[in-house]
């Protein structure tokens, strides 16, 4: 069974601060990794993917990749109330498959 | 461009009743995917489409969950018979492919389903 793990939270990160959010995943020969925001109510949308060890960085979000220890994070910086949502992570694995975690709540406290 | 449409964006029914969910793709999109996600939960994996290939319906719940997808394009998800356990919200996403690194999916707004 192929597993993509994150703790449920919530996660408390006052303003300002950098947020850190981390995933864990069990296929080894997963290919692409993927980050998603679902505000209370809405659809996940697609805030960043990740493919190669090391980091890639969009505007205040940074997604970090080690495969060796396979977990992929995503650090958010100079966190906004706005950022508070439900962050999921998706990892796409050696058969192509999309295996979601279940997704770790993150309250941003002004 | 348009994005993922599904409707109705809100269902209510009485227990019993049959439902149809309606996803329409973004254009050019081969890949379909039905989830659903009840109410403080994960996205629950129900069924995916990928061109003309067998969809994998390794996902659906019970023989009452069935989806087609006409054309390549437009999905519908029917529940027959519902019951109680079947309210959640359920998304439709879509994405380029199935294979390949950089193929994100990309959802619709869902279809908030009630049943009475």
């Known amino acids: 069974q192929k597993e993509v793990e994150q703790n449920s939270g919530p996660l408390s990160v006052p303003e300002g601060a950098i947020a850190s959010l981390n995933c864990t995943y069990s296929?080894?020969?997963?290919?692409?990794f993927f980050w998603y925001r679902q505000y209370s109510g809405k659809s996940p949308e697609l805030i960043m993917f990740?493919?190669s060890n090391g980091d890639k960085e969009d505007g205040r979000f940074t997604a970090q990749l080690n495969k060796a220890s396979q977990y992929v994070s995503l650090l958010i910086r100079d966190s906004q109330p706005s950022d508070s949502a439900t962050y999921l992570c998706?990892?796409?694995?050696?058969?192509?498959?999309?295996?979601w975690g279940a997704g770790t709540k993150l309250i941003i406290k002004p | 461009g348009a994005g993922v449409s599904q409707s109705p964006s809100n269902k209510v029914t009485e227990k019993g009743k049959d439902v149809e969910l309606r996803c329409d793709p973004i254009?050019?999109?081969?890949?379909l995917y039905w989830y659903r996600q009840s109410l403080g939960q994960g996205l629950e994996f129900l069924i995916y489409?990928?061109?003309?290939?067998?969809?994998?319906k390794s996902g659906l719940p019970s023989d009452r969950f069935s989806a087609e997808r006409t054309g390549g394009s437009v999905s519908t998800l029917t529940i027959q018979r519902t019951q109680q356990e079947d309210s959640a919200v359920y998304l439709c996403?879509?994405?380029?492919?199935?294979?390949?690194?950089?193929?994100?999916?990309?959802f619709g707004d869902g279809t908030r389903l009630s049943i009475l």
């Open positions: 254009s050019g999109h081969t890949a």
């Open positions: 998706a990892v796409k694995d050696s058969n192509y498959q999309l295996i």
């Open positions: 996403a879509s994405s380029p492919g199935q294979g390949g690194n950089n193929q994100p999916q990309h």
């Open positions: 990740i493919y």
């Open positions: 489409f990928q061109g003309n290939s067998a969809p994998d």
């Open positions: 296929d080894r020969g997963s290919q692409s």
